[in-house]
């Protein structure tokens, strides 16, 4: 209720596939929760596609993961290339991990589709509240409770619970309401992405996940299932540092970026153009008393290796494992702190120090440094220990089970 008037309930600010997970995992439990979202309805935006393994394995346990594969496309492998001499440098079969999980293999659905399955999944919850056009503006806790005030059509409310958890964002109003720091950085160049139609897979060396190194203007090509076959590609760049928003969506700026790296005759048909501020940051804590930290709203990384998203769910279902045992009286609230423990952990030494990583191994412009990256990609995928190594950690497999032994 919008009045202040006290429920026992777990609130939750954000509708986005982490708050949406939260939610489903804790009404899986019994427990009732209040989602606020501001938008009117779930925003189908060209995000987040890529699911790991690891994540397809907590999907599973949601009862969830064949309606997103069946949403998205499989991909058993990917590929790195050296842009410049159009080398294929290394390729990544997922296959090697078929002792390790029952999903060796990525899906690629876009995130948007993720939170309508699961939210199809939440009408069957009387006790799961979702609110659309619910604008969460502040929050403050004491010591047995949470509020905040909320933005709705018909007005400005309260609303109080026992717990809140802040899915709501990069720019989480909740992480700002409880005077936590994110710490890191911001990148000086954004990340343009582009989808098109244009079929890539008729050129047979691409898969469906590729990544191209070059020194001056690296790209991630891969493809989504769109609404249907055949499907659309995307493609990720970086803007020059100088380059205005104007001069990186233009026409002119698209289709040359496209023709540098995938020459065709004639222009490429354009679905979407977006740009990304992209940081790289970490909340200084994921639990402040009564209130948690998930996905965005904790940590933000770029793009490449698809872990920003997976590392968002990844948080869902630790925190909602640990909550729900405080929730019902079998634990302390004092377990919350081992999910600050081990998802914080996480996000520092595994999910931004690989995605710093990634990037850096395609920008890399020093021609000893580039090359001696390149040999090493090369010789790891050579070699099936190696490579089953290095699948487990993009695979974010290895992250999951070190983070299960922490705190």
Known sequence: MLDGTPEDRILIAGAGPVGLICALRLSQTGIPVTVFEQEDELFDDPRAATTHPATLEMLD???????VEEAGLVAIEFRFWDRPTGELIASFDHGLLADETRFPYVVQCEQFKTSKIVLDK???????RVLFSHKVTAARQTEHQVAVTVDYPD????VTGRFLIGADGGRSVVRKAMEIEFEGFTYPERFLVLTTPFDFAARPQYVYRNYLADPTEWCNLFKVSGDGPPGLWRTVFPTRIDETDEEALSDISVQGRLQKFFPKSGDYEIAHRNLYVTHQRVAASFVKGRV???GDAAHVNNPIGGMGLNGGIHDAMNLTEKLAPVWKGDASIEELARYDVQRRTTAIRFVQAQTIQN?????ENDPDVRQANLNELRDTASDPVRAKEFLMGTAMLTSVRDAAELG
């Open 122 to 128: 939440l009408a069957a919850f009387p006790e799961c």
């Open 61 to 67: 346990e949601l009862g969830i993961e064949q309606e």
């Open 155 to 158: 007005g400005v409310g309260t």
């Open 292 to 294: 948690l930290l998930a």
């Open 359 to 363: 990037k850096k191994r395609l920008e």
